[in-house]
């Protein structure tokens, strides 16, 4: 009877640790992965596009694909000359490398106001002659209005947007000084919000679209601005911060993507008169409320103002504008949201001597990755692959893995830590004894039964 009561208690003792073991193994295959920063990966889509160097423009998704619309630009020939145009020229492409021009020379030539959808139509205003046109095709184009009346000077650029299916120009005049917001539900006939918004008036500030509000950010004066405003309704303005963690700047870009705003380069001052200058820039910012803002590290496209940003399959594009050398680029870039996780292939118990795999999940690059694996954050040599495996797992090899995933323009992508747990391996139960304890707890069961009934009588 001991006997059977000690190999009872043995075989009970094995299964719960067993068990325990099971559980803790399955609880760690569940574990999910995520990706640290930065939040994508650049690719370099088209160094030369048919549509030539180019600054002031628009760049938008239209009828499923990416447009590119006006602009101007100091372009240089074969021969080193350089020349000014004005373009009234508009491309569209599905992928960003093939491109087709769908007009050529339009009366009007848009520069720095800029261009927008809204409802079916492709809307530009152009230039400082207060003409506002539209397309249904981007091919034949109607004047909506040759008197729009807000600020006839080019302070207003890259103003142009859509909110709620209404057509906005809101921005600001340095002589005279105004703060304008004006809207239009058809382009023709417009009303003004405010002629005195809270902000300052300015210059080159960005203007955008997100969460249901108007969002106007930075520009300047005589001084570079890094403050950020927003607004329902045109005409009561919210301060969402006066000093952003961006520098100050001018000349910058800014579109709604991936539920964030977004900010990339432009250009601020330094000192002043003729000892002053001008840097240009290639930083990213977002942020989820136009407060709190996360810098990404810098592009490694060049410094540059100008330019135009979008949102379009998926991805954000970046495409011309200039640096201080005043020669227009014509180079187009995106940014691919990326992932990196790693799953296990390996029996549930993590015992010594069982096979461990841990494997890589890439998603989003769009050119060639380098692994590193690392463990307790030291990099295991050899481990380079988008595998890692082991034939016999050791006490040894308990730890946190990471796998870092280096794209072709040196950002670093690092998933989250994977522990691999190892125990010693459980001497096998001795099926006699796992019989003779289940008989045993049987006879206990009937023994007790039997004691229950001869009490009760």
């Known amino acids: 009877m001991l006997q059977s009561r000690f190999l009872f208690l043995f075989n009970a003792i094995w299964l719960s640790f067993a068990l325990n073991q099971y ?77 087709t021009q769908i007009t050529d020379a339009q009366p009007w030539k848009m520069w720095w106001q800029g261009g927008v959808v809204s409802g079916s139509r492709i809307w530009v205003s152009a230039g400082t002659s207060h003409s506002l046109w539209y ?84 520009g300047g004066t005589y001084t570079d601005l890094n403050d950020v405003w927003s607004t329902t309704d045109g005409a009561n303005w919210t301060e969402a911060t006066p000093t952003a963690a961006w520098r100050g700047r001018g000349g910058h870009a800014a579109t709604a993507f991936e539920d964030q705003i977004w900010l990339t380069g432009g250009a601020y001052s330094t000192g002043s008169g003729h000892s002053g200058y001008e840097t240009c820039l290639n930083d990213i910012w977002h942020s989820t ?88 954050g030291t990099a295991i040599p050899y481990a380079t692959t988008e595998t890692y495996h082991v034939d016999h797992l050791a006490l040894t090899d308990v730890g946190d893995y990471r796998c870092q995933v280096t ?16 125990a010693e391996k459980v001497p096998a139960a001795s099926p006699v004894g796992l019989a003779l304890g289940v008989c045993l707890t049987a006879s206990v069961l009937v023994l007790r039964q039997r004691k229950s009934l001869h009490r009760s009588r």
């Open 289 to 376: 409320d136009g407060v709190n803002w996360t810098q990404e590290p810098n592009a490694p496209w060049s410094v540059r103002g100008g330019h135009a940003m979008a949102s379009y399959n998926g991805r954000l594009w970046i495409s011309g504008g200039s640096a201080l050398d005043g020669i227009s680029d014509n180079d187009l870039w995106c940014l691919s949201p990326v992932s990196v996780a790693i799953g296990m292939g390996r029996a549930p118990s993590s015992q010594v001597g069982d096979p461990l795999t841990l494997t890589l999940s890439a998603q989003g690059f769009l050119d060639d990755i380098t692994c590193q694996w690392l463990k307790n």
């Open 135 to 218: 397309s249904t095709d981007g091919a034949e184009w109607t004047r909506a209005t040759s008197s729009a009346p807000w600020c006839p000077a080019a302070d207003m650029m890259g103003n142009l947007q859509d909110l709620a299916g209404s057509l906005w120009m809101v921005g600001g005049c340095l002589w005279p000084s105004t703060s304008e917001a004006w809207f239009s539900q058809d382009g023709t006939i417009w009303t003004e919000a405010t002629g005195n918004a809270p902000w300052s008036s300015r210059s080159g500030n960005s203007l955008t679209a997100f969460a249901d509000r108007l969002w106007l950010m930075g």
């Open 23 to 99: 559980a803790y193994a399955t609880d760690a295959e569940k574990d999910v992965q995520h990706t640290s920063r930065p939040y994508g990966s650049w690719h370099f889509v088209d160094e030369r596009p048919p549509w030539l160097g180019r600054s002031g423009h628009a760049m938008f998704e239209f009828h499923g694909k990416l447009w590119v619309v006006g602009g101007t630009g100091w372009v240089r020939d074969n021969v080193g000359i350089m020349s000014y145009h004005e373009y009234g020229d508009a491309w569209c492409s599905r992928d960003g490398i093939d491109w």
């Open 407 to 422: 794209d072709m323009y040196g950002f670093v992508f690092t998933t989250d830590a994977f522990h691999v747990a190892v």
